[in-house]
């Protein structure tokens, strides 16, 4: 059973550029989150997905978009890349009640240079 | 807003000690509390998971307790190992518009030296 993946693992952006990263939930799982981790920092939430509608979201800018695909994948798109925006991006998934374990993929780490 | 922090925020120990790791929560209404551990630059690992309605868990040389009326967690790391050497996060689980977000702390990066 494969866990959380999410793709790519490295990125080097450009600053105002726009960026996608993609994840796929643990199999079972309903429910993807995704988190910021700067460096030093614990994750910090930006959205959760659930049943293809965003249902919950952090403080982050409108540029921090998403999508939950009917298998549950989903992706993150960041526009207008800052330097701020550096960070490791983790997904997470599990199950609508919230009472099970959540779990993570490896991260993605994005550089905007 | 619950806020979550971790003491201590670095632990360096000779191998073969016991640990205690801390975990603070503000708000005590929460549906859970989970352990992880990060190895540097990689993604989370799933160690510990406590519901409200338990007091502790146990996996191998590591046990997790909750006093959710004080709103403490502690990870115990029996027998450290090099191994260990990691960042350990603790995470809360309280309901938020119908969700379930967790909250994080900032973790504690241990080292455990041989």
């Known amino acids: 059973d494969a866990g959380v993946t999410q793709s790519p693992t490295h990125l080097i952006k450009t600053r105002g550029q726009q960026v996608t990263l993609r994840c796929s939930p643990k199999s079972g799982h309903d429910t993807v989150s995704w988190y910021q981790q700067a460096l030093g920092q614990g994750p910090q939430f930006i959205f959760q997905y659930y049943e293809e509608e965003e249902r919950q979201r952090g403080n982050f800018p409108d540029r921090f978009s998403g999508h939950q695909f009917p298998n549950y994948s989903s992706e993150l798109n960041v526009n207008a890349l800052l330097l701020g925006d550096s960070a490791l991006y983790l997904c997470?998934?599990?199950?609508?009640?919230?009472?099970?374990?959540?779990?993570f993929g490896q991260g993605t780490r994005l550089t905007v240079v | 807003k619950q806020e979550v922090t971790q003491i201590p925020a670095a632990l360096s120990v000779p191998e073969g000690e016991n640990l205690v790791l801390n975990c603070s929560f503000t708000d005590s209404a929460i549906y859970n509390l989970q352990w992880f551990r990060q190895d540097p630059g990689k993604g989370l690992t799933s160690l510990l998971l406590i519901q409200s309605s338990q007091r502790e868990q146990t996996s191998g040389r590591l046990n997790a307790s909750l006093d959710k009326s004080s709103g403490r967690s502690t990870l115990y790391i029996a027998a450290s190992q090099p191994g260990d050497s990691a960042t350990y996060l603790c995470?809360?689980?309280?309901?938020?518009?119908?969700?379930?977000?967790?909250?994080f702390g900032r973790g504690t990066s241990l080292i455990v030296h041989p």
């Open positions: 997470a998934s599990s199950l609508e009640t919230g009472l099970t374990e959540a779990f």
């Open positions: 995470a809360v689980r309280h309901a938020s518009g119908g969700s379930y977000i967790p909250t």
